[in-house]
Structure formats: structure tokens, C-alpha cells
Nanobody, 124 residues
Framework: QVQLVESGGGLVQAGGSLRLSCAVS???????MGWFRQAPGKEREFAAA????????VYADSVKGRFTISRDNAKNTVYLQMNTLKSDDTAVYYC??????????????????WGQGTQVTVSS
């Protein structure tokens, strides 16, 4: 059984930082791991993705320069370091796994497995 479990969310003041983690368990070989987020009343949107083999990354314009995605092969864990947080970053953050190819996908329908989400709230 494949499981993606996020952690690290919480309440932070604007300008602060948080680091999200997503641990993957189960018999799965994934090519790309992504982070998405969903604010109340809005569609789930892409934030960042990383190619597990090459460490190549891609970011949404809204987080570029502030967020950093990374991975730890030994721990089967992907991270999202979030700095200079803004109130607009408030959302539930989800990690996702793409098991079909190495292209850095920004479209949520291209991902096969999802975590349960972790809440990030940025107070202004």
C-alpha cells in the first residue's frame, strides 16, 4: 500500500518560514514528486516539483525565489522549504507522486498518488 504523509504545517507570521516534509512508503517507484496547495474556495494549484533522479526542479511563479523543493533518497522524503511567507500562501499543502515519467509535471491530473495534506496558515 502506497502512502504519502505530509507534516510540518502550522501557523506562522508573515515573513516567517516553515519546512514541510512528505514521507513516502510502500512499493512504489516514482519519477517526480510535487507539492500543490489549495486555498479555501480555490482550485488546487501547483507549487513545485522535483525529478527524483536528476534533482531537476520547477516552481510556480508565485513561489519562485521563496520556496525550495528538495529530496532525501535514503529517507524517501521530499521537502518544501518555505521562506518569506505571505498571507496568500495560506492553504492546505499536498504532496504528490508521478510514477509514469520523468517530466516535471505542473498539472495535478498527471500525478498518481496524493497525501492527505497539511495546513499552512500565515498571519499578517
Amino acid at each position: 500500500q502506497v502512502q504519502l504523509v505530509e507534516s510540518g504545517g502550522g501557523l506562522v507570521q508573515a515573513g516567517g518560514s516553515l519546512r514541510l516534509s512528505c514521507a513516502v512508503s510502500g512499493h512504489i517507484f516514482f519519477y517526480v514528486m510535487g507539492w500543490f496547495r489549495q486555498a479555501p474556495g480555490k482550485e488546487r494549484e501547483f507549487a513545485a516539483a522535483i525529478n527524483w533522479s536528476t534533482s531537476g526542479t520547477v516552481y510556480a511563479d508565485s513561489v519562485k525565489g521563496r520556496f525550495t523543493i528538495s529530496r532525501d533518497n535514503a529517507k524517501n522524503t521530499v521537502y518544501l522549504q518555505m521562506n518569506t511567507l505571505k498571507s496568500d500562501d495560506t492553504a492546505v499543502y499536498y504532496c504528490a507522486a508521478d510514477v509514469h515519467g520523468g517530466v516535471l509535471q505542473t498539472i495535478k491530473s498527471e500525478y498518481d498518488y496524493w497525501g492527505q495534506g497539511t495546513q499552512v496558515t500565515v498571519s499578517s
